[in-house]
């Protein structure tokens, strides 16, 4: 593979252009098919029968009086998805996850499931199926699961990464370590040294699609799973080995997906499905209700988080020190990990030191969400900067750019940087209308920084060329939110054609060859690079095929302007052929044209953005609103601006969700007191103002177009703007989110008595 | 379970169809009748998914039961373009990119509909407490209040 | 030869040292060379590392070459979102 994908500074006819997006017509006629929109004939019903205790030994389960129902096909546990990992532990937990094997984890864990020939028949078996449990102490509360005297979740998770493995073991299953320099020595060195304690809660994904799908098992092995999903071609995998498929036997297609976000990334209840289907001998199609999604589908962690930060009288930061201690769920992850990284990424640091600790709770199992990991860290971080900024009497944002990372600084996680934003964002920042507009009684200005890294991965596109002249593409990445309309921007771009004569869609597993997940901010990344790759490929048949017509040496055609040219004096007379010309001679010249493309997509650049936010807040309740917000991003390159700036909106969004009201509250029993939407409450149009967007675009190095990605960064900064903001309209420094009315109640009652 | 005999009208076509006494009208269009448009988001009444307009009233298709469309008169987001004339909401909508997933899509859609039906200059802030009972978690709504306006905006000139 | 700096939980499992010097001319071959030395980090590689070559992060590119002079990291594999 001969790909070069470095940067050329180049000019764009088609990129950077906001048509409308391909499967927009689809999306807004209701015609688009998401999972739950798929049906099979002679399809039955599955439902999951899901464990009301946080912690507890499944004793046994008897299915007989379920089985005996009429209309009931099928009654599977985990007896009949035996283990099959062969010592993968990532995946024997999916596994465990999807159905339990000996104990209940969390409230809403999996324990049995039926396939009935309707919704009230599944229904009804469900509740015929005896389950015999011993309960068992639990803990959800990441501070006192990391306690010695917790209550142990798996006793054979001794921690790892310490100096000498322990005696005993403990729900911490991870410790783990970055940074460079000498804390104590740089401590030793400042002036001002502020030190905080900061707690975040879970919080969901909140995609408004509930997991949904239909399995089709056929007795000789073969399969096909509709669903939707962020990654088929990971489905595809996860559900082969879990279920003794062949991978090419099972056909994976994605559905439309009603965002993800990290949540579907990996398999929940497909596996679940396919084994009912496999044992009722009939197609089941199975979907999550809302309360399983909250219950049993991934969140992210809950956090508690110490951070030191120091700097001396000029503004420039000595050392800076964090513990990060993140919730997994009943399964070793490495979400703390991933705060120790990008915690202080944004920064210019001689001394710094992130440790992080990986902590299960009975809680559902953790997943990613936009960015994991990397909002709670920067809240912590960014809060203590802020706090620092006061101190020395300086400026929030001159103090940043004092102290931000360039181009050639180590990174905390510990590589030194390429060419990166965060100065170019502060600096917009800085200059940005939004900072010099007036507050009134109640109301504070926060800005905060963010970073992630972006990955690219797996990738593989077909690029096909119609008879009249028009262009398919087929693209491995599932479409979360207008990749498609980018990709046909990129094909129309290289093939110099206009983007109304490329359609783009994004095919099964049969179809293509592997994709890695869209995840990561790869979408766009990833699949523009192997459109490129592609669309190299289907110019070079296409100069071979004019180079026939003409019969010249293919060496003195080029492609230019979407038309193959024959270069040289002597060709003077030779018209132009255009890409619809070849396209329609192509049965005679040789037969259908392609250009094909697989490759590894690395390099993704990492991104920055900072974010100014205004926030009111009633004094007598408590309540807060967010009254303008600003989001500054670099994106490298956008291909299609508007779906761009909706990444950054959306991210700005959830951000704002989670800083002021989303969180998971458990009992004293360890079940999940609001799994609703009523309960845990996800922004509504009428909290929110506008959301202004500011796109920068410093071009990664290591794609032809400059592009980085943008879905993820974007997430990043609100809880640590809103909490700033918030801070600076009562007065009190915010330390837990969410900040909902009873917190900044109580802050403001402390600080009175206080 | 007997099953109930429903004679409804639903986007402008005489519909008759059995379904059991329990059974939500969301059931009934997604299962029995196979229009798929309006979404199952949460099943309570929360996220305005599954909107469609009863005898001009819009409603949470998932708490109205199927039994109760007998007699009256169904809109729902199939029925909102008039042959290949998409409404100017579904215009709009895609030229602001006021979609990303796309779930939420034809239950804002609605929703818009029966507000600006109702209010045809709504401001800013009309439109976004009128748009509170549907839920969008991809977009944060600003693309969806500027095509909602500009359709205002568009149908007032029309 | 290539210097390469491993992070913290890493040189845990090779001798305790954050810095190598090794005779590697892709990631490939680094790796190779570094589970030959130190066989404890085997399962490292196989649970997934990625290797920042002056600090642009390569995840799946074994065959990456490693320029003299670079800067080698290797870090944890991540996921997204
Ligand atoms: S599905 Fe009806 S309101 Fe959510
Ligand atoms: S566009 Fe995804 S929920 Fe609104």
């Known amino acids: 593979m001969n790909f070069d994908p470095r940067y050329s500074g180049r000019n764009f006819s088609s990129v950077g252009t906001r048509p409308i997006r391909p499967d927009g017509i689809d999306k807004v006629t209701g015609r688009a098919r998401y999972g739950a929109d798929f049906n099979m004939a002679g399809q039955l019903v599955g439902r999951i029968l899901r464990s009301p205790h946080a912690h507890a030994v499944i004793k046994s389960i008897d299915t007989s009086k379920a089985e005996k129902l009429a209309g009931v096909k099928a009654v599977i546990t985990a007896k009949d998805l035996p283990d099959l990992t062969d010592g993968d532990a990532a995946m024997y937990d999916i596994l465990d996850n999807s159905m339990a094997r000996k104990k209940a984890l969390y409230d809403g864990h999996a324990v049995a499931a039926v396939a009935a020939i309707d919704a009230r028949t599944a229904r009804q078996a469900l509740k015929l199926i005896e389950v015999e449990y011993e309960v068992l102490p639990h803990v959800t509360d990441v501070d006192e699961a990391a306690q010695h005297h917790a209550p142990l979740i798996n006793d054979q998770v001794f921690t790892e990464g310490l100096e000498e493995k322990p005696a005993k073991p403990s729900n911490v299953t991870k410790r783990t370590q970055f940074g460079h320099g000498d804390v104590h020595k740089g401590f030793a060195q400042a002036d001002f040294v502020i030190e905080r304690s900061f707690k975040t809660e879970q919080t969901h994904q909140g995609y408004i699609e509930p997991h949904a799908c239909v399995a089709s098992v056929n007795p000789d092995g073969t399969a096909d799973l509709w669903v939707c999903t962020q990654g088929h071609f990971v489905y595809r995998q996860h559900c082969a080995q879990l279920l003794g498929l062949e991978a090419s036997k099972l056909r994976v297609t994605s559905s439309e997906i009603g965002g993800g976000f990290g949540g579907k990334t990996h398999v929940w209840a497909e596996p679940v499905a396919l084994a009912l289907s496999r044992k009722a001998g009939r197609p089941v199609k199975l979907v999550m209700t809302r309360d399983e999604v909250f219950r049993a589908s991934g969140p992210t962690s809950a956090t508690s988080i110490d951070v030191k930060i120091g700097a001396n009288k000029d503004g420039t930061i000595t050392a800076a020190e964090a513990t990060l201690r993140y919730s997994c769920g009943p399964y070793p992850g490495s979400w703390a990990e991933i705060g120790a ?93 939004h900072m010099k507009a007036p507050l009134k009684a109640n109301q504070g200005r926060g800005m905060a920084c963010g970073f992630w890294f972006n990955f690219g991965g797996q990738t593989c596109t077909d690029l096909n060329i119609g008879m009249d002249g028009t262009v398919s593409l087929a693209v491995g990445t599932v479409d979360v939110g207008g990749s498609r309309a980018s990709l046909s921007l990129v094909a129309a771009e290289e093939l110099g054609i206009d983007y109304s004569q490329v359609k783009a869609i994004v095919a099964d597993t049969s179809s293509l060859g592997y994709n890695d997940m869209t995840d990561g901010s790869r979408g766009t990344f990833s699949s523009s690079m192997a459109t490129i790759s592609a669309a190299g490929n289907a110019i070079k048949i296409l100069r071979e095929r004019a180079a026939q017509t003409w019969d010249i040496p293919v060496e003195d055609v080029v492609w230019e302007k979407g038309h193959a040219i024959a270069k040289g004096e002597k060709y003077g007379n030779l018209a132009p052929l255009s890409l619809k010309d070849i396209a329609a001679a192509s049965g005679k010249t040789g037969g259908p044209i392609a250009g094909h493309s697989e490759l590894v997509a690395d390099g993704a650049g990492v991104s920055f953005a900072t974010h100014i936010c205004d926030v009111e807040v009633d004094p007598e309740t408590g309540s807060t609103r967010v009254i303008r917000y600003t989001v500054v991003q670099d994106a490298g390159k956008a291909v299609h601006p508007t779906y761009v700036e909706g990444q950054y909106q959306g991210g700005a969004a959830q951000g704002i969700g989670w800083a002021l009201n989303e969180e998971y509250i458990y009992g004293k029993d360890g079940r999940l007191q609001n799994p609703g939407f009523l309960d845990y409450r996800i922004p509504v149009c009428s909290d929110l103002p506008m959301i202004d967007t500011q796109i920068l675009e410093i071009p990664n190095p290591n794609h032809p177009y400059g592009v980085r990605g943008v879905g993820e960064t974007s997430i990043v900064p609100p809880l640590a703007a809103i909490a700033n903001a918030v801070s600076n309209a009562v007065g009190v420094r915010m330390t837990h989110i969410p900040m909902s009315p009873p917190r900044i109640l109580a802050a403001l009652d402390a600080e009175r008595e206080g | ?151 205002a905006n568009v149908m007032k000139g029309a | 030869m ?71 990291f290797l870090l944890p594999r991540l996921a997204g979102g």
């Open chain 1, 341 to 433: 990284m990008t915690a202080f990424a944004c920064y210019k640091l001689e001394n710094v030191k992130t440790v992080g600790y990986e902590v299960l709770v009975n809680r559902p199992k953790t997943a990613a969400y936009r960015a994991p990991s990397a909002p709670m860290a920067a809240f912590a971080v960014e809060s203590v900067v802020d706090e620092l900024a006061k101190e020395l009497g300086m400026d929030a944002v001159e103090f940043r750019i004092k102290n931000a990372a360039q181009e050639g600084t180590r990174s905390s996680y510990g590589p030194v940087y390429g060419p990166i934003g965060i100065g170019p964002t502060l600096e917009a920042v800085k200059s940005h209308p």
């Open chain 2, 1 to 151: 379970m007997a099953g109930v005999a429903v004679s409804t009208t639903i986007n402008g076509d005489a519909v008759e169809y059995l379904c059991q006494p329990d059974e939500t009208l969301l059931d009934v269009l997604r299962d029995r009748l196979g229009l798929t448009g309006a979404k199952e988001g949460c099943g309570t009444g929360d996220c305005g998914a599954c909107s469609v307009i009863v005898d001009g009233r819009l409603v949470c298709s998932c708490l109205v039961l199927g039994a109760e469309a007998e007699g009256r008169k169904v809109e729902t987001i199939e029925g909102m373009a008039h042959g290949d004339q998409l409404h100017p909401l579904q215009q709009k909508f895609l030229e602001h990119a006021a979609l990303q997933c796309g779930i939420c899509t034809p239950g804002f859609l609605i929703a818009a509909k029966d507000l600006l039906e109702k209010n045809p200059s709504p401001t800013e802030e009309e439109i976004r407490f009128g748009l509170a009972g549907n839920l969008c978690r991809c977009t944060g709504y600003d693309k969806i209040v500027r095509a909602v306006q500009d359709a």
């Open chain 3, 2 to 72: 290539v210097e390469v700096t491993l992070w913290g939980s890493l040189s845990a499992v090779a001798g305790g040292k954050a810095k190598h010097d090794i005779e590697a001319k892709d990631i490939r071959e680094l790796f190779r060379k570094l589970a030959e030395q130190y066989p404890g980090i085997e399962p490292w590689i196989d649970r997934g590392i990625a290797v920042a070559i002056d600090g642009t992060i390569y995840r799946d590119t074994w065959s990456k070459e490693l320029p003299p002079g670079a800067e080698i």
